[in-house]
């Protein structure tokens, strides 16, 4: 495994789930990230939201997966919303325009207000 990698995935109910990535996301952790989307749609529905407040690296195999990540869910007729803090992260996120194609917020919080209009109606 990556240093220090963990996850953590957590059912908000009613087809919102959040992934939460601790460490380094490398293409020694991808499978388990990519596994975690696969269940997220598999049993709860649309909405995700990928924490990376923990995250202390994310490779291009992890930004591939944030893009995966978001067909899944717009496949699912919803939506995926990126939490990051690291400035390196979002050094990586700018480089490659993903901060374009993603939504990107600081807090989790600030991501589950976002979805939740599009959750209400």
Do not use: W
Not at 94 to 103: E, G, H, K, N, Y
């Amino acid at each position: 495994m990556g240093a220090n990698f963990g996850l953590h995935e957590q059912s908000r109910g009613e087809g919102l789930y959040v992934v939460s990535v601790r460490g380094e996301v490398d293409l020694l952790t991808i499978g388990d990230l990519k596994a975690a989307v696969r269940r997220a749609f598999e049993h709860e529905g649309a909405d995700l939201v990928f924490d990376l407040t923990a995250a202390t690296f994310v490779d291009s195999s992890g930004l591939v997966a944030l893009v995966g990540g978001q067909r899944a869910a717009r496949a699912h007729g919803g939506r995926l919303v990126v939490v990051n803090v690291d400035p390196d992260i979002a050094r990586s996120l700018s480089i490659t325009a993903l901060d374009q194609l993603l939504t990107v917020v600081d807090s989790v919080e600030e991501a589950l207000r976002l979805l939740e209009p599009a959750r209400a109606g």
